[in-house]
């Protein structure tokens, strides 16, 4: 059973950090391409950053034109975590972010972790 479990999310203040963990289970992981997206209320879900896998693909990363600069997507192969560094939050980064894994026709998501920005 593939699973896919986000942690880290929490209420932070403007200006401050978090990281957020998505551990995988029931893949093979490093080949997957491992992406977080993010949704806020009344929007449409968003790319926020990707990394491929370094096995099937190039291993690079891609950023939403919102979080370049300030947000930072790895991942733990030994660890089947991919992590999402978030430096500098505003809050209109507020959302539930969710972790995706895909593979040619499989995708899988998560079920998502609220992080809200606010003083």
């Known amino acids: 059973q593939v699973q896919l479990v986000e942690s880290g999310g929490g209420l932070v203040q403007p200006g401050g950090s978090l990281r957020l963990s998505c551990a995988a289970s029931?893949?093979?992981?490093?080949?997957?391409?491992m992406g977080w997206y993010r949704q806020a209320p009344g929007k449409q879900r968003e790319l926020v950053a990707t990394?491929?896998?370094?096995?099937?693909?190039?291993?690079?990363?891609k950023y939403g034109d919102s979080v370049k600069g300030r947000f930072t997507i790895s991942r733990d192969i030994a660890k089947n975590t991919v992590y999402l560094q978030m430096n500098s939050l505003k809050p209109e980064d507020t959302a539930v972010y969710y972790c995706?894994?895909?593979?040619?026709?499989?995708?899988?998501w998560g079920k998502g972790t609220l992080v809200t920005v606010s003083s």
């Open positions: 990394i491929n896998s370094s096995i099937t693909s190039s291993g690079g990363t």
């Open positions: 029931g893949i093979t992981f490093s080949i997957y391409d």
């Open positions: 995706k894994g895909e593979l040619g026709r499989l995708v899988y």
